[in-house]
């Protein structure tokens, strides 16, 4: 993954090989691996790197509830690329890594569960993956509304554990790396670094461009597939939109139509004193219009109030655990109101349009004697 250290910040990309999770490699196909990473770490403009290994655990807590937990393998260098922040303790040091030491980092979510307190986690030893491991450092405190429903914070269903790449590889009996992070050393040379990393890559493997089994993608290409994304849903929200006011305009129609019915004696004994075509026809365009433009009006209410609170549901850490929180905001302008608005009245005129002429021709003999 190709980031840069002016942070297009926690927006990762990656280098990363086509198994990926816990180093399994599909047959005939090439992995990276350590000796990668540190021809990667020789790269021009290359910065920082580290490898990124993950596998999923779960643990009982002191409650007797069990969590998920994402076992990391990284290098020390991980902490500064990401600017973890800590409660207590720090990151582990070369001196563990060097070692393969059985050493964590957790987030403060999963100390608060193992153990009376956070605090009296640090320097205990925890079991992973029938390992024991000694904690080293415990991420900072999550705001509890940023990671409910899921998250990985307090209330979350999932924590992370960091540990050295090392004793990762070592204790899953691997060689193998799932994929590298890596930052450049500026957004000037982010491209130049893609191609020098994969020419890289390929050399030590053997492989080219067409028979290699590595991708690379950085924060930019994350973001277009993104709006890639945003634009489809942005398509199929205004078709379902227009599906929506289609079918609730019919509805408004027959509700019109079944008022016009029920009220041709009104209709017939309004004619006979005087009222005119045109006067049929606005009572009941207004009559639509009010119950569109009331409709509306409610269902703006009820839009603001859901935005505020799924916004508040999916607000999201910037990129994990001790990182520190991205809040999501809702959005809703007097311009996007007064649309709404409008174009409920529009749909009022349209769908009541065809009953108020239907009114307003009505015979006002044959009304008043309608039963």
Request: cysteine-free; charged content about 20%; hydrophobic content about 40%.
């Amino acid at each position: 993954m190709l980031k840069s250290p002016q942070r297009q910040k926690k927006a990762l990309g990656g280098i990363r090989d086509a198994v990926g999770g816990n180093g399994q490699v599909e047959e005939g196909s090439e992995s990276l691996t350590v000796a990668d990473l540190d021809a990667i770490l020789k790269t021009d403009h290359v910065s920082s790197a580290s490898p990124l290994a993950t596998s999923q655990v779960q643990i009982e807590l002191l409650d007797l509830t069990s969590k998920r937990v994402s076992i990391t393998g990284v290098s020390t260098a991980y902490s500064d690329m990401e600017e973890l922040e800590f409660s207590s303790g720090g990151f582990f040091t070369q001196a563990n890594q060097d070692a393969s030491e059985a050493t964590v980092v957790i987030d403060y979510a999963l100390a608060e569960g193992l153990f009376a307190t956070a605090e009296e986690a640090q320097g205990q030893v925890i079991t992973l993956a029938e390992t024991e491991y000694t904690i080293v450092g415990i991420l900072a405190e999550q705001d509890e509304e940023v990671t409910q429903g899921g998250g990985r914070g307090p209330g979350g269903q999932q924590s992370t554990a960091y540990v050295p790449y090392t004793n990762y590889l070592l204790t899953n009996e691997i060689d193998n790396i799932a994929s590298i992070v890596l930052e450049a050393d500026s957004t000037d040379t982010v491209e130049e670094v893609s191609e020098a990393v994969l020419e890289t890559v390929y050399e030590s493997h053997g492989v080219d461009d067409e028979t290699a089994d590595v991708t690379i993608s950085t924060a930019a290409d994350a973001l277009e597939t993104i709006s890639g994304i945003s634009a489809a849903q942005s398509k199929s929200d205004k078709f379902i939109g227009w599906i929506v006011l289609l079918v609730g305009g019919i509805g408004i129609m027959n509700i019109m139509l079944v008022t016009v019915s029920e009220r041709t004696r009104e209709i017939g004994l309004r004619k006979a004193v005087g009222a005119k075509g045109r006067h049929i026809v606005s009572q009941f365009l207004t009559e639509s219009i009010l119950l569109t433009g009331m409709g509306g009006a409610v269902g703006l209410l009820g839009a603001v109030g859901l935005s505020k609170k799924v916004a508040d549901i999916f607000s999201i850490q910037a990129s994990g655990p001790g990182r520190g929180a991205t809040e999501t905001v809702a959005i809703i302008d007097s311009s996007t109101i007064m649309i709404a608005l409008g174009v409920s009245v529009f749909a009022g005129v349209i769908f009541g349009l065809y009953p108020a002429i239907k009114a307003s021709k009505k015979d006002p003999v044959e009304s008043l004697r309608y039963e």
